[in-house]
């Protein structure tokens, strides 16, 4: 028998109170794109983790093509021909492609030698990069190539990539495919995470499941429906968000003409930005990462001031508004940086609970807090959102993110807001979870309340929204009605919203 590339044999890691991988076995074989699926907390992230080198495993052994292999850090693991893309890219946005990707490098060759390397490898791959392009200035898609050809560089024997699609437009992600398509036919072997199973069923030769921390078994993508992978995940069947017939009212929310600075260097302007949203509507919004996405929200939840009047809220000008002050009024919000924008880290889920809640929620009086109602507040939070931590003592750093993300946007929901903004709403939350989240959107919209969704999947975008508009370059595209509208067309609303006439819902 061929011997695997690496083979995962009774691999166990536990955390006080939580036994991350439990006994997890399996094989990947040469030039494999071996998919690996699981809940939030099923024990991906730590697997993958011990893999690279971060984490040492209780007890259990890897062997790379029947040698032990034991990394005692990710340098150990590159050496050994492992390289992997984080979810969250680690580039510094004021140096440019090359200066980068020598930071990665233990003994970069001189900067000349490297950028022509660099041309050379991202050509070869269909990934071009100019290494001498400031990272700041690069598209979502432009960054995670770098990420790519740093790892390209190493020659590795197996790719680890993980939720690399997420900041992707279609036409994006067919690019990638075809690169790993290359790799895969000159031998690399790929251990390929991601939530988005349709992904999985196109790519992956084979995917293994975890569930709590276990393996609970295999197949073959291709031959597997995208509903029976989600169900082998949960261990139950999956239901799927249901619509409810509404009739949208008057307008709820408005902006018009607005035109706002870029906040930094590397942020971007919104330009002539018109935005309406009926009660009853989800307002669908895509684009790519990095696109004004973060900018938007900001203006619309209060983070950003502007001219009273550039923001309406029924009518009346609310742009001089803070968020403590739209919070009142009914405008509530979830931005996409769950730990440490939309949560404190440190902080207890009881403790954050209170920081959007307080108003609404009435969890204050003559300026003392009342801590048992803020309790009973995030336990119902946990209980409404299949939150899955000890209690409401435990600090927001001490969630896995999917579940830090059930319990941010359960939080805004339950307070029913008139209007709800949330960008990025199931990034890095399973099926089951994404599809309970999309289910609370649809059904407070069907309650009244206006929503509107800013988020960089096209899937989910489509399920819930009955309109639909693209951020690019800060400028957002004239809506259109949500039914019947193709992945090509949606792709070239991302790509180019700022050559579309611009208009009201």
Same mark, same amino acid.
């Given at each position: 028998m061929t011997v695997p590339l690496l083979s995962l044999q009774g691999l166990t890691k536990a955390y006080p109170g939580v036994v991350a991988n439990d006994s997890v076995s399996f094989d990947i074989g040469e030039g494999e794109v071996h998919a690996l699926l699981g809940e939030n907390g099923a024990g991906k992230s730590t697997l993958v983790k011990m893999i690279y080198g971060l984490v040492k495993p209780d007890s259990g052994q890897m062997l790379l093509r029947g040698a032990p292999f034991a990394p005692a850090e990710p340098r150990a693991a590159r050496a050994d021909g492992i390289a992997m893309v984080f979810q969250h890219f680690s580039l510094f946005d004021a140096l440019n492609v090359a200066e980068n990707i020598a930071l990665g490098m &233990?003994? #970069? #060759? &001189?900067? @000349?030698? $490297?950028a022509a390397r660099i041309r050379e490898v991202s050509e070869t791959y269909g990934l071009p990069l100019d290494p001498f392009r400031t990272v700041g200035d690069l598209s979502a898609g432009e960054r995670q190539r770098v990420e790519i050809i740093r790892c390209l560089l190493q020659d590795p024997k197996l790719l680890i990539m993980d939720e690399p699609t997420s900041v992707l437009t279609p036409q994006e992600v067919e690019i990638l495919f075809k690169t790993l398509q290359k790799l895969r036919a000159e031998g690399t072997s790929i251990l390929y995470i991601s939530h %988005? $199973? &349709? &992904?999985?069923?196109? $790519?992956?030769d084979h995917a293994t499941i975890l @569930? $709590? !921390? %276990?393996n609970v078994g295999e197949c073959t993508p291709s031959e597997t429906s995208a509903r029976d992978m989600a169900e082998m995940m949960v261990g139950s069947s999956l239901q799927t968000p249901q619509r409810k017939t509404r009739e949208f009212g008057e307008v709820a929310m408005a902006i018009t003409g607005l035109s706002v600075p870029a906040p930094s260097a590397f942020g971007t302007s919104l330009k002539n930005v018109h935005l309406t949203v009926r009660k009853g509507e989800i307002l669908g919004i895509g684009g790519v990462a990095g696109n004004g996405q973060d900018e938007l929200l900001g203006v619309l939840s209060g983070e950003v001031l502007t001219a009273a009047d550039a923001v309406k809220l029924h009518g009346q000008p609310i742009g001089r508004h803070g968020p403590t002050a739209r919070r009142a009024l009914g405008v509530l919000a979830a931005p996409e940086e769950r730990l !440490?924008? =939309? =949560? =404190?880290p440190d902080m207890s889920l009881t403790e954050n609970a209170m920081l959007t809640g307080s108003v609404r929620e009435g969890l204050e009086k003559n300026g003392f807090l009342d801590w048992g109602k803020t309790k009973d507040f995030a336990e119902r939070i946990i209980k409404a959102f299949d939150v899955r931590t000890p209690g409401p003592g435990n600090a927001a750093r001490s969630l896995s993110g999917g579940n830090l993300q059930k319990f941010v946007i359960g939080r805004e929901v339950l307070q029913n807001p008139d209007v709800l903004v949330v960008n990025q709403p199931t990034w890095g939350v399973d099926a089951a979870a994404a599809a309970a989240i999309r289910q609370s959107l649809l059904d407070l *919209? *069907? %309650? !009244? *309340? *206006?929503?509107i969704c800013i988020s960089q999947d096209l899937d989910e975008l489509m399920e819930i929204s009955d309109s639909f508009a693209a951020l690019n370059e800060g400028r957002l595209s004239a809506p259109r009605e949500a039914a019947g509208l193709t992945v090509e067309e949606i792709g070239l609303m991302m790509g180019g919203a700022h050559g579309m006439e611009v208009a009201h819902v």
């Open positions: &233990e003994n #970069p #060759p &001189e900067m @000349r030698d $490297l %988005k $199973l &349709e &992904e999985i069923r196109t $790519l992956c @569930r $709590l !921390g %276990k !440490g924008h =939309a =949560a =404190a *919209a *069907a %309650k !009244g *309340a *206006a929503v």
